[in-house]
């Protein structure tokens, strides 16, 4: 009995080694590109990225060939990105958050640079500003693809039930519109300090920093007064009920369910989230309106704008016709009529020129009118700052909410970890 | 005063089970409602109308049962090559003298301490040197090698405790260094195996980052990845991926109600003499 057990165990092992060690096979001459992609599953980009795949496989068929590894879960994609570059191996085609701790993937020959392509004519597909804004020391190594803008959205519903005819453009008017909120049983913003970047509560700090220090508040040493006078409004936003009890600890899934189910009157996030509240939320989404925070400092109407998604790929330097099939397929991924297709299905915003007006989404052409009508835009502090300064950030913000730090200490904190 | 503290037993032993079972009761009641929305009003209350549908997406939408056969293999596999390397490695430690042996046990049994991701770089760069990427093969021999540390501790500790008499009958009888091992100290430790067997495939069952790391294709994906498809960059379909997360906890306790008793007593062997 255990000969056969042990007989048994074995040809397991022997058949997982033969049959399903079939990662490293090639076919003959066609060039095959990975692409470990987060656009899979849920995600509203899926489908129109799937089928764009699939017709440029069938245009190049024999020739050159996209595989998509589904990579749904967003933090685990960006540990296996890091793990491989650390490892010295690159993915054929993969995409990247461009901040300061990937700005280190530059320093990497193992990553194609797009700058001598993009001369050749490519640049001009790209919005003014966007291939500057990922340039480092004269290379491109990371393609801007999508764009975001993170207005405040806000509940007209829930504001006129509560007696406020019109959103708060100050931050006094703020103070008297979240205590007719609250009279009324409504939350005014949905917050949270959870999450690997506390993303909603960073969006409005990134808003208040940029009405305390303006255009080039990013550009003044980290820390000084407009970070500190940032946190006290942010840490009102934390007190006397202005948010939820859950927004301590909460995720991304509080702080937009509170907002999803018509309990919070203001919330902050991308043009990606108006298909959910759209499909989960129709009648939020009807009352939803978006702009820019009220204003706590003096700069008035600025908007957190930034890169959210850049192509990267691998140089592939010892295999140019890989190298320039991974140039090919990028070049297909960001042809206008291409990213309009994804725009109008996901209402994501994209760096490459596109025509827009097949979007008919209320909701996006509200996004659209929020970023002509900013006085300025600067990114959200996520991408100016090392991702342990964001982690921290959260971390820092926890602490100052439950009472055990003050906004200069939470600055301090930030900072700390920063100057390290 | 007997009766108190028979009653603070009582309310101690209930708080803690009530810790214990509370967070998969809300599993499993979270797994049968509508949607995120309904999570979010009725966090703790029952489904207002229970989803089975749930069930049904999470077995198609995430291709469960493929990926179900492919975490079969990997753990089975797994534990056999684990149980395998470690059984001959407690062996030699526990049963035979060597100067050094119990410096080797301590340097073996270390790596227990070590976190999973200081494994990850080197890990990752082996197995593509081996050209092994994105492979079940690949799991198998990372899951197995990740848990000797534990399993060689738990089986030297097992090994260790068998009468010393029993091998030395066998080697009058004829038997030699393999004889000894095989006919002898394997069918005594089959509670020890048992245990390491155990926690190995619990481990491997369970894993997500190595998994996440080392393969890309559906063709190699194991369950634990496939809970992860109903999240993306900005959303997750939680209702659907607690359904997910139901099916696969079910072989993790239906491994451990087998083989509870022989844990519980190969978790103890050689704690006490006599």
Sequence with gaps: ?420 | MKVFLNTLKWIILIFFLFVALYPLIWLLLASFKANNLELQQNPFGFPEKWMFINYYNAMVKAKLPSLFIHSIIVAFSAVFLNLLVASMTSFVISREDFKGKNVLLTVIAAGILLPIISFMVPYFTIIQKMRLYDSLLALIIVYSAINIPISVFLLTSFMGSIPVELEEAATIDGAGFVQRFTKVIIPLSQTGLATAGTFCFIYSWNEFIMALLLTSSESSRTLQLGIRFFTSQFVTDYTAMYAAIVITIIPSIVVYFIFHNKIISGLTAGAVKG
């Excluded at chain 1, 020959?109 to 640049?123: A, I, N, V």
């Excluded at chain 1, 804004?133 to 290379?139: D, E, F, P, S």
């Excluded at chain 1, 504001?159 to 019109?166: E, L, M, T």
């Excluded at chain 1, 990028?330 to 994804?342: G, L």
């Design chain 1, 1 to 420: 009995m255990r000969k056969i057990t042990f007989l048994v165990l074995s040809l397991t092992l022997i058949v997982a080694g033969t049959v399903f060690a079939n990662g490293q096979q090639e076919k003959d001459k066609e060039i095959v590109l990975k692409w470990p992609s987060i656009w899979v599953g849920e995600d509203s980009k899926a489908g129109v990225v799937a089928q764009l795949v699939e017709q440029f496989n069938a245009d190049n068929a024999g020739m050159i060939k996209v595989e998509v590894e589904a990579q749904p879960d967003y933090d685990g994609y960006e540990q296996k990105i890091r793990t491989s570059i650390a490892a010295g191996i690159v993915p054929d085609i993969f995409t990247m958050k461009l901040n300061p701790t990937t700005k280190a993937y530059y320093d990497s020959p193992l990553l194609m640079d797009f700058s001598k392509e993009l001369s050749t004519g490519w640049g001009k597909d790209f919005n003014e500003g966007t291939v500057a804004q990922a340039t480092v020391n004269g290379m491109v190594k990371s393609l801007p693809y999508e764009v975001a803008i993170t207005p405040v959205w806000y509940n007209m519903d829930l504001f006129k039930k509560a007696g406020v005819s019109k959103y708060p453009r100050t931050y006094a008017e703020f103070l008297d519109a979240a205590a007719k909120l609250k009279a009324a049983g409504f939350i005014p913003t949905s917050q949270m300090t959870g999450g690997s970047n506390a993303w909603t509560s960073m969006l409005w700090y990134s808003h208040f920093l940029a009405s305390f220090g303006g255009p080039d508040v990013y550009a003044n040493p980290f820390g000084t007064d407009a970070y500190v006078k940032a946190a006290e409004v942010l840490l009102a936003m934390y007190s006397d009920g202005n948010t939820s009890m859950d927004a301590i600890g909460g995720d991304a899934g509080v702080s937009g369910g509170h907002y999803l189910a018509g309990e919070s009157a203001m919330f902050i996030n991308g043009p990606w989230y108006i298909g959910r509240v759209k499909t989960e939320a129709p009648a939020v989404y009807s009352a939803t309106e978006v702009g820019p925070a009220p204003a706590a400092g003096s700069q008035k109407g600025a908007m957190i704008g930034f890169l959210q998604t850049n192509f990267a790929a691998a140089a592939n330097a010892d295999d140019p016709e890989k190298a320039a099939a991974a140039v090919k397929f990028i070049k297909w991924m960001t042809k206008a009529e291409n990213v309009a297709k994804i725009s109008a299905a996901s209402g994501a915003m994209f760096a490459v020129k596109y025509d827009s007006s097949s979007i008919s989404d209320e909701l996006m052409g509200k996004f659209i009118n929020a970023s002509n009508d900013a006085s300025f835009t600067i990114p959200h502090l996520e991408g100016v700052v090392t991702s342990d300064v964001i982690t921290e950030f959260g971390q820092a913000l926890g602490k100052m909410a439950l009472g055990e730090a003050t906004p200069k200490e939470f600055v301090e904190m930030l900072k700390k970890v920063q100057d390290q």
